[in-house]
Structures are given as structure tokens and as C-alpha cells.
């Protein structure tokens, strides 16, 4: 059995197929495929033209800093360690502007290169102004940070490619200048009444209190009579004396009448002396008695002996109570035992801790009366600070409440030092005539040690240090002059008094020099990446 051969699928040869052609599988038309690859047909060819004649004429394309503006730089033609061409680098080739001579160490001042002693080396046009001061006292006022005379970062110099190189890094410029600047030692410190004259009242007898006069403010004058205290003790002893002056005062008439009957004879002498032994006694007791009355504070006119009694008793009656204060007292008060509770001296009342009527004794305070026109100021002095404070130093406090300022000098200085916050108080009397200062103000102080008029002063941030010197960045006198290497000169320092911008160079610059102030920090990292050989190959065989 023979097999068949399968019939063909497709068209019969020689056939014509009725099927439209087949479209691309994304179903775009090839018209369009076309039209996309137009533009890069283009650019290939306008490359191709570029690289022709370039080929041909030599051209290149120009370089980055060429488009940026700057000067090219060649690969081989960089000091990586200055971090500016070799070419101009004055660091690696000295010869391109030589350093000047070296003058070493200054004793005096405790800087390197002095330019007190060595005017020359002042970058300013024209004369240099050296100090009006000496600053090498005010150096000596104090302990000070002080320069390692091995440091020789101070021969380097800081260079930049130009100066807008200088700008990019951040760092501004400022001119140093003189200014007011003072060396202050600074403590904290308490204000408070003068302690000498605060006076704290009570009464010098037991007994009641028969009526109050002053309230807590009101303005006091010395031996204004502040209250009355009814006290029996006070009525025995105007009793005494009224009965001691009575007894005197008989025994002295006694005396007197037997005096001239004994002279003649008609009186044994035994009868007179025995009367001038009475009278004797007499006056003892009327010293005693009057000295009690005393003791309580009373003050007895002298001729108050010669009084009749009568007239006697009522003076003690009311002694020592003025007319005033009798009118205010209530109906019934008015007793022979009433003593006047009086100030001492001129001030203010502050407290008052007693009402009418009540028992009151000598322990109990009651009243407080201060004059708060002198004020005591208490600085607590650090120990290592104590050996700077000296009598008759300006001090200024502020107080942490924002009252005004004040200022005044020092009066005393403790010999002792505490044994806790190991501190030496120191005393300062303060003037508060206008009352505006306030008792347990606390604060900050300042002694001043010395104040100096014009001070040479730069910003602060335009002091850089490390362990073993200070210093600044002081731009060359050429910097602006056309052709002239951007750079700074590092110049050891010797920091004095400063405040909250400023601070005093003793030594190391000059009035008019121009500083780096702002970013001097990034001239202290330059200065130190190079002090340390980062090694640019600028300086090998």
C-alpha cells in the first residue's frame, strides 16, 4: 500500500495570492522609522565634518579654564603642598620675593620677630605707629599665654593663587585698631545693705506693746520713737529714783542744818557726821537709780534732782515719750511704765513684726530698720585670682535682675580664704543715693586692673592658637599692586585684655595692619598641612 503525500498548504506555484503585505511587528509604518533616524544621521555627519577639519587645521577644543576665565594651568606646573602654581610659589622659591631677616626672639615681649622693636617689618604704607603704651608692663600685670620660642611657624607664609581664591576660601579681613580694653578679674558677687547699719529693734524691758507708730516703708530719722511698751519694770524704776532724789534731798537739808549748830559747839560732831553718812548713801542710791533709768535708755535732764517731788513725778511720768505720740495713744494707756521703742539711725522701716497689745521680750525683734542709701557689695574671689586685688581698685557689678550698673572700689580684702569654695571675699562700698539697688542682688563683678585707652585690638576669631603659640594672619602691604603674590604672614601674638569682640594684642602687630579675621582658621590649616610636608615633588633634584 502505497502513501499520499500531503497536499501543499500555500498557493500553488504560479498562483497569485489575494493577501495584503505584512506590516512591521509594531505596527508603525517604515515611512516613520525612517523620519526618527534623520536627526542622528545629522549630528554623525556635522561630528564628521568637525573631526575633518580639525583633522586638517589643527583645531582643539578649549579647555576648562580657558572657559572658566582663568589662567591654564600646566599638569606639571602645581606645589600641591602650597596649593598654588609652583611657578609663583614664594615658599618653594624664595627668590621669587626673598623673607626678610630674621631677628629671633623677643624676651621683652614674648614674641617672635617683634615688630615693637622692629617697626620695619609692619605691613602698613608709610610710618609705623607703634604702641602708646608700654605694653610690656601691662604683659607683666598678669599671668598671660605665652609662645614657645622654638615655634617657627612664624617664617611660613600663607599664599594664594589670587585673590579671588582668597574670597572663595571665606576669609575676611579686618584693620587692627585701638580701642578702650581693660584687664578685669571677674567673680560673682552678692549686693546687700551695709550689715553696720541695719538695726534690728526690740524692746529693753518686757511687757505689752500700748501702740505701734511706723509702718513696713516708711521713711525713719533717728530716734523717731517707733512704738510703746507698757512695762512695770520701767514704773519701779522711775519709782527708785523719784524716791532716791526725795531721800537726797532730805538727807542734803539735814546736812546743811546741822552744819553750823556742830561748828558751834552746840552739836556733838558724832550727830553730824552720821548725817553727812546718810547723805553719802543718798547720792549713791540717786546714782544707782538714775543709772537704771539710764540703762533703759532714758536721757535724765541734770537739774532734774533740784525738782520738788511733785514736780518730779510728772516729769518721769511721760519721760522720754514726745508730746505727738502721747496724743495718739488710747484712752487709758497713758501710765508711768510706758517705754519708747526708738530707731538708731536715719532709714527705712523694713519690717515690722508687732501689733497693739501684744507681750512682747527683749529676745523677740520688733522691728528692722536699715538705711539702704550705702549698699555693701561681696565679691567671692577665686584663690588663684586673690594675689591680683589690691585696695583702692575700680570695680564694676551687674546684677543678674537687669538693675543698672554700678561701680565702686574696694575697700576690703579678706585675709582668709574659704576653706569650701576656696575663694577670698572682697568688699566693695556702693553709693545708692537714688535707692534703685535692692538687698541679696546677686550678679557678676568685675576688678578692673587696668584700663588703657587705646588699646591695639583685633577682631577675636582673628587669633589662632596651638599648644605652644598665638597667632594671626597679616596680609601684605602689596596685596592690592598689580602682578603682586596674594599672601599673609604669619605673625606670632601676645594676647591682653578682651571682651565680648575683641581682644588686646600686647605684641605681634601694629595700628594699621590689615588681619585675616573671619576664616582665619582655614590660613591655620594651610599653614599646619604645609609645616607638616604633605610633599608636592616641587622641591626634588
Not at 15 to 41: C, D, F
Not at 466 to 477: E, I
Request: aromatic share 6%; charged share 20%; hydrophobic share 40%.
Amino acid at each position: 500500500m502505497t502513501a499520499t503525500a500531503p497536499a501543499p498548504v500555500g498557493p500553488a506555484p504560479g498562483s497569485q495570492s489575494l493577501e495584503a503585505p505584512s506590516l512591521p511587528m509594531s505596527g508603525r509604518p517604515w515611512w516613520i522609522t525612517v523620519l526618527n533616524a534623520v536627526p542622528n544621521l545629522v549630528v554623525f555627519s556635522m561630528l564628521g565634518v568637525v573631526m575633518y577639519v580639525g583633522h586638517h587645521t589643527d583645531w582643539k577644543l578649549p579647555t576648562m579654564s580657558a572657559l572658566m576665565g582663568t589662567a591654564p594651568v600646566a599638569a606639571d606646573d602645581w606645589c600641591a603642598e602650597h596649593l598654588v602654581p609652583e611657578s609663583v610659589c614664594i615658599e618653594c622659591h624664595p627668590e621669587l620675593l626673598p623673607k626678610p631677616k630674621l631677628n629671633g626672639f623677643c624676651r621683652e615681649h614674648g614674641v617672635a620677630e617683634c615688630v615693637i622693636h622692629h617697626p620695619e617689618l609692619a605691613q602698613v604704607k608709610g610710618e609705623p605707629r607703634l604702641p602708646k603704651y608700654n605694653t610690656a608692663e601691662a604683659i607683666a600685670l598678669m599671668a598671660r599665654p605665652e609662645n614657645n620660642s622654638r615655634n617657627t611657624l612664624h617664617t611660613n607664609r600663607v599664599q594664594f593663587s589670587s585673590a579671588e581664591s582668597v574670597d572663595k576660601a571665606g576669609i575676611d579681613v579686618d584693620l587692627v585698631q585701638e580701642r578702650l580694653m581693660a584687664d578685669v578679674i571677674t567673680a560673682n558677687g552678692e549686693l546687700m545693705f551695709d550689715p553696720t547699719r541695719v538695726g534690728h529693734l526690740s524692746t529693753r524691758v518686757p511687757g505689752s506693746v500700748a501702740a505701734v507708730f511706723k509702718t513696713v516703708g516708711d521713711e525713719i530719722a533717728a530716734g523717731d520713737v517707733l512704738a510703746l511698751v507698757d512695762a512695770s519694770q520701767v514704773g519701779q524704776a522711775k519709782s527708785q529714783f523719784l524716791q532716791a532724789v526725795v531721800q537726797h534731798q532730805l538727807r542734803e537739808s539735814t546736812v546743811e542744818r546741822l552744819r553750823p549748830i556742830a561748828n558751834s559747839g552746840a552739836l556733838p560732831q558724832k550727830a553730824l557726821i552720821e548725817a553727812e553718812s546718810a547723805l553719802q548713801e543718798a547720792e549713791v542710791a540717786l546714782i544707782a537709780s538714775r543709772q537704771s533709768l539710764a540703762n533703759l535708755g532714758f536721757d535724765l535732764p541734770e537739774d532734774l534732782e533740784d525738782r520738788a517731788p511733785r514736780s518730779l513725778a510728772d516729769e518721769l511720768r511721760f519721760l522720754g515719750i514726745p508730746t505727738d505720740a502721747l496724743a495718739l495713744l488710747p484712752a487709758g494707756t497713758k501710765t508711768a511704765n510706758l517705754i519708747p521703742v526708738r530707731s538708731t539711725y536715719d532709714g527705712v522701716l523694713m519690717a515690722a513684726h508687732v501689733v497693739a497689745g501684744e507681750v512682747v521680750d527683749i529676745s523677740r525683734t520688733l522691728f528692722t530698720v536699715s538705711d539702704p542709701r550705702r549698699m555693701w557689695l561681696i565679691l567671692n574671689v577665686r584663690q588663684e585670682d586673690a594675689r591680683y586685688v589690691r585696695r583702692g581698685q575700680t570695680v564694676k557689678f551687674h546684677s543678674d535682675n537687669g538693675d543698672r550698673d554700678v561701680i565702686g572700689q574696694v575697700s576690703w580684702i579678706s585675709p582668709a580664704i574659704d576653706e569650701q569654695t576656696r575663694t577670698m571675699q572682697v568688699r566693695i562700698i556702693i553709693a545708692n543715693e537714688d535707692l534703685t539697688m535692692h538687698d541679696m542682688t546677686f550678679g557678676e563683678g568685675q576688678i578692673v586692673l587696668r584700663e588703657e585707652p587705646n588699646a591695639i585690638v583685633v577682631p577675636r576669631e582673628a587669633v589662632q592658637s596651638t599648644p605652644d603659640a598665638s597667632f594671626v594672619f597679616v596680609r601684605d602691604k602689596n596685596y592690592f599692586e598689580e602682578g603682586s603674590p596674594k599672601f599673609f604672614y604669619v605673625r606670632q601674638v601676645r594676647q591682653g585684655a578682651r571682651d565680648g569682640k575683641y581682644i588686646e594684642l600686647l605684641a605681634g602687630v601694629l595700628p594699621g595692619e590689615v588681619v585675616a579675621s573671619k576664616g582665619s582658621n582655614v590660613l591655620l590649616a594651610q599653614l599646619l598641612r604645609g609645616n607638616l610636608g604633605a610633599g608636592c615633588g616641587c622641591h626634588d633634584d
